[in-house]
């Protein structure tokens, strides 16, 4: 099992340009997490998907983002335009969704806005 | 409304010493609870979590929790500190009707030498 995949590790982009991460949960797994990760406000949940349906997507922080979970085995996270109050570690995680089990987490996408 | 704290933003341990990393959480059904690793430029990495049974949970590299349900805790424990124990440690709960993990702000652990 490769875990959670997330690509690409480090994205450097400039201000206003569309940005997508992108993440491959663990097959099988139910439930599908962004999570993004910055030193001012810790790890914050964006929005979760339960058998590719978005169920919560009240972190979502404005319009600008966007995210859709097209099959079980891809979903992507979309910041367009970027701005530098963007810039963070982005993560995926997974679950199987229909046990009280934990996270499995992705290495994250280190995203930096100029 | 599911919350956690971790009180502490850094731990300062002596290696060899037994560590204690603080959690305290508040769910409104029964708590499922967890803690997570990171190491620098890492991933979360799952430690152990607490469903149900036993209030010692034993987890991995030799860490251990207690649930305490009438402090609302769950206090993150090692006999004995490494080096390589170094890291921010999460916190994190969700209620058993919710899908939300939700986080405490981390506690960095400093273990010297």
């Known amino acids: 099992d490769a875990g959670v995949i997330q690509s690409p590790r480090h994205e450097v982009t400039e201000m206003g340009q569309e940005v997508t991460l992108r993440c491959k949960p663990i097959?099988?797994?139910?439930?599908l997490f962004w999570y993004r990760q910055t030193m001012m406000r810790g790890l914050e949940l964006l929005i979760y998907f339960n058998n590719n349906v978005p169920i919560d997507d009240s972190g979502m922080p404005e319009d600008r983002f966007s995210a859709k979970m097209p099959n079980a085995s891809f979903s992507t996270l979309k910041i367009q335009p970027s701005e530098p109050r963007d810039s963070a570690v982005y993560f995926c995680a997974s679950n199987p969704g229909s046990k009280p089990s934990g996270y499995t987490f992705g290495s994250g996408t280190r995203l930096t806005v100029v | 409304a599911q919350s956690v704290a971790q009180p502490e933003d850094q731990v300062n341990v002596a290696e060899g010493n037994p560590l204690t990393v603080k959690c305290t959480y508040s769910?409104?059904?029964?708590?499922?609870l967890f803690w997570y690793v990171q190491y620098p430029n890492r991933g979360l990495q799952f430690l152990l979590k607490?469903?149900?049974?036993?209030?010692l949970v034993k987890g991995s590299y030799g860490f251990e929790a207690e649930f305490n349900k009438s402090q609302t805790s769950f206090h993150l424990k090692k006999p004995s500190a490494l080096v390589s124990d170094s890291a921010l440690y999460f916190c994190?709960?969700?209620?058993?009707?919710?899908?939300?993990?939700?986080f405490g702000s981390g506690t960095r652990l400093l273990v010297r030498p």
């Open positions: 994190a709960v969700r209620d058993d009707s919710s899908y939300k993990l939700i």
């Open positions: 769910v409104s059904g029964n708590p499922y």
């Open positions: 607490y469903i149900t049974g036993d209030n």
């Open positions: 097959s099988g797994h139910n439930s």
